[in-house]
């Protein structure tokens, strides 16, 4: 799958960025958001569609950048 940017919207999700985030030993990862799309999610059971995973995403973008 292939992430592209909305040209309307610059803060659309793009395949490339990257989300950060602590591991327990005190370490940082990193994940590039295609990465965490090609992977099967699931919530109660249910799976997520790519789509609703991508607006996820672009949800917690927006929010980051509010600080």
């Not at 919207?9 to 591991?23: A, P, R």
């Not at 990465?35 to 699931?42: A, D, K, L, Y």
């Not at 569609?49 to 672009?58: G, P, R, V």
């Given at each position: 799958?292939?992430?592209?940017?909305?040209?309307?919207?610059?803060m659309?999700?793009?395949g490339?960025?990257?989300?950060?985030?602590?591991?327990?030993?005190?370490?940082?990862?990193?994940?590039?958001?295609?990465?965490?799309?090609?992977?099967?999610?699931?919530?109660?059971?249910?799976?997520?569609?790519?789509?609703?995973?991508?607006?996820?995403?672009?949800?917690?973008?927006?929010?980051?950048?509010?600080?």
């Amino acid at each position: 799958m292939v992430i592209l940017l909305n040209e309307e919207n610059q803060m659309k999700i793009k395949g490339n960025d990257t989300f950060t985030y602590s591991v327990e030993n005190g370490g940082i990862k990193e994940v590039q958001v295609q990465s965490i799309v090609n992977e099967v999610w699931r919530y109660g059971g249910k799976e997520i569609s790519h789509e609703q995973l991508i607006k996820i995403l672009n949800h917690i973008k927006v929010l980051a950048s509010q600080g």
